[in-house]
């Protein structure tokens, strides 16, 4: 999903103010703790969750009811940082180059309404300027397709101004065809072997087709309240297929921003935000938070389901929290959250 702008209404001091607890003989709880209830009071979300992970301390909070710290969910966007991750990796092996152009991968598939896959580049996938069209603003992320019926459906729209960033699901799909297309396997296989195994991330899958949750699992909540556990994943597909854990989130972005994943160089070229005019790296975007610092990571929304995972630029300090509905409804405290989470704590 794309980076969260909004500005917050009040200070995150003074949040934090009107939240601190009154006896002065009682510990005060982390602010982000504190903060973690307004997800389901103010932003309506049933319930909600984090994982924070700091120097190897390890920190977790819930608000509501059902939602368990061991849960699988579906982390929607989130996948975009683990496809981008395959596809740098194989730029670092030689078996395909950022440069290289989408028809050189796909030959003759992106093509019409303006749309040319001989002057689009995997560079402008990855980063979001290749003016594609984004087919879940047709389907509403409510219908499951194949990657080429989601590419089909996106070259109905003419492109928007070449170089310019415009967040489209598209664009991951196609980078998931084209790992296929290079390594012989699917994006998911890939994933898995060159990531999820690696890190031991044994709670995150590519579910495929598959409309269940593995067990443990809470309830997912649209935002008219219906429940919509069941979902065919294959309605993001390389864009958003992913189901994963607190835990294996926290330990995949620090393992990533930490080196653990890339070459130095790629890893430089993944935060590297110039050619989306700051606004995102690959499968990667900063977020400027109010005190200053910059935090690294993304946020994944499907229905029933919203998570965002930010860290440190060292991958030392991560923080994933989530709700089990499609969004927060008072779009400031998520960067409320995140401040009170990374800035520095005064005494």
Partial sequence: ??????????????????????????PAAPATDTLLPLLVTQGRAPAAALLADEDSRTRYARAGHGIAR??????GSITKTFIATVVLQLAAEHRLSLSDTVEQHLPGLVHGAGNDGRTMTLRALLTHTSGLSNFTADTGGLVPLSPRQAVRIALT????????????????????????????????????RRI?????????????????LPSPHGRAYAADGTDVTELDPRVAGAAGELVTTLAD???????????????????????DTRTAHGLYGMGLFPEKLSCGITVWGHNGRITGSYVRTAATADGRHVLTFRVNTTAIADPGLEPALLSAEFCPRTP
């Fill in 1 to 26: 999903m794309p980076p969260l702008r909004t500005l917050l209404a009040a200070p995150v001091s003074l949040a934090l103010l009107a939240l601190s607890p009154t006896s002065s003989s009682a």
């Fill in 157 to 192: 729209h003419p492109p928007a101004d070449p170089g310019r960033y415009s967040y489209s699901n598209t664009n991951y799909v196609l980078l998931g065809m084209v790992i296929q297309q290079v390594t012989g396997h699917s994006y998911a296989t890939e994933a898995e």
């Fill in 70 to 75: 061991a849960d699988h969910f579906r982390a």
């Fill in 249 to 271: 989130l926290d330990r995949f972005y620090a393992a990533l921003l930490d080196g653990e994943l890339l070459p130095s160089r790629r890893l430089r070229e993944m935060r």
């Fill in 196 to 212: 999820i195994a690696p890190l031991g991330l044994t709670g995150t899958s590519f579910p495929g087709s598959r409309t269940s």
